[in-house]
């Protein structure tokens, strides 16, 4: 059953990273996107994030996910099948990218938050973590096939064309999902409000002592990379003119990064302890965003920018997976979807506002500023993360060795 749903969202996994390095190129060298333009495209991404993790989360405990699965990708699939066709029809604009960038983004949303509740129904408990650090592996190296794959599409046919591979791979995701087994249905149990499940999830996280530190370095997280994340292709493209190549570059090697980080993670976490690879990790996720700040153009600053963004992107799945765990872990089951979606609230959600910020810094003090803001952001988080009880965790908790 694993390794079907591993194949699947794999390859899903690789679509999106053909359409990330698509997507910008499109904007930026095609359709002439301003700074505020391509701040607005990652708002525009990233904004279902803000309004829906929460609700995806009671929904997704409230059916079953295999389900869910499937039809998020059909629908994804349509999606983003428009980018092509309205670039054949000659009608492809901005908007339209946004447009689509909202819909994908709230599919994606839903798909995300089955696609990790589902995962303990499919591996025993002693197996999760192992199970997550083989996840962000083959994502890993679906997100380095995809990237390179993306660049080579990109130049060869154009970026409207390439985004086509992206609406493929969710139809094998879809194909993928439909071959796992059933999941055993649920006892029935009283259904309340889903306003009141939701806010159910948010509650057990925020009064959890591991839980609620681990959420506010996510927020942190994806405040300081949100105003970072919005900016950082216009910056390399349009001032560093690393070119959508060089952009593939980048996303390559940070993508191979993501895979080793992932694979590591277990044997790293067995050796030192879940505290200090998550404080470390988080510190070395700021500390290797720096480069970015000082880059200037030229085939030594791109071999810099890249192998900085292995690293990073390294420490940062290294974090993700071990805080996937031990969320996992120590989460109860009727919980888990909402619990996951609470987080993916703190991080994403947080996103959409940093992106609106950096487009208005950027306005009056410049990309170098707003980038510089971002990396600062990113320092405190890892400040405050070194400070909570998540350090001195020695060993992965679960929920049998847990006080009442």
């Known amino acids: 059953m694993f390794d079907r749903y591993l194949a699947g969202e794999s390859a899903s996994w690789m679509g999106t990273s053909v359409y990330s390095v698509a997507l910008p190129a499109l904007a930026i060298l095609y359709l002439h996107a301003t700074p505020g333009q391509v701040a607005a495209l990652y708002f525009a991404n990233q904004i279902p994030n803000f309004v829906l993790a929460l609700p995806a989360g009671a929904v997704v405990d409230r059916h079953p996910k295999k389900y869910v699965l499937i039809a998020t990708d059909i629908t994804a699939a349509c999606l983003v099948a428009v980018i092509p066709a309205a670039s054949a029809a000659g009608v492809l604009s901005i ?179 879940p505290g200090r690879v998550l404080t470390s990790t988080v510190a070395l996720y700021w500390v290797l965003g720096v ?47 909402r619990a996951q979606q609470t987080a993916t609230w703190m991080v994403a959600g947080s996103r959409p506002l940093a992106a609106l910020g950096a487009a208005a810094l950027a306005t009056t003090a410049g990309v170098r500023v707003t980038l510089l803001a971002g990396t600062l952001v990113l320092a405190g988080t890892a400040a405050a993360l070194w400070a909570s009880p998540v350090r001195h965790l020695t060993d992965m908790p679960t929920a049998s060795s847990r006080s009442p």
Request: aromatic share 4%.
């Open 291 to 337: 480069p970015l700040l000082v880059a200037g153009p030229g085939r030594l600053w791109l071999s810099v920018l890249a192998l900085a963004g292995g690293l990073q992107l390294a420490a940062a799945a290294c974090a993700s997976s071990t805080v996937l765990a031990v969320r996992q872990q120590i989460c109860p089951a009727h919980l888990r979807a």
């Open 95 to 273: 908007p339209l990218l946004q447009a689509v960038a909202v819909l994908l983004g709230a599919v994606t949303v839903l798909h995300q938050a089955a696609a990790t509740a589902i995962l303990p129904q499919l591996v025993p408990p002693p197996e999760l973590h192992q199970a997550t650090s083989r996840l962000g592996a083959a994502l890993g190296a679906a997100d380095t096939a995809g990237v390179y794959l993306g660049g080579a599409v990109v130049a060869a046919v154009g970026a409207a064309r390439a985004i086509a591979l992206d609406s493929l791979s969710y139809l094998f995701s879809a194909w993928c999902a439909s071959r796992i087994p059933a999941e055993p249905i649920p006892a029935p149990r009283t259904r309340t409000r889903l306003t009141t499940e939701m806010w159910e999830g948010v509650r057990y996280v925020l009064r959890d002592p591991l839980l609620r530190p681990l959420a506010r370095c996510l927020g942190g997280t994806g405040a300081g990379a949100g105003m970072i994340t919005a900016l950082s292709s216009w910056y390399l493209l349009a001032v560093l003119h690393i070119g959508s190549t060089g952009l593939a570059v980048i996303m390559g090697v940070s993508g191979a990064g993501g895979l080793v980080g992932a694979l590591l993670a277990p044997r790293v976490v067995r050796r030192l302890g």
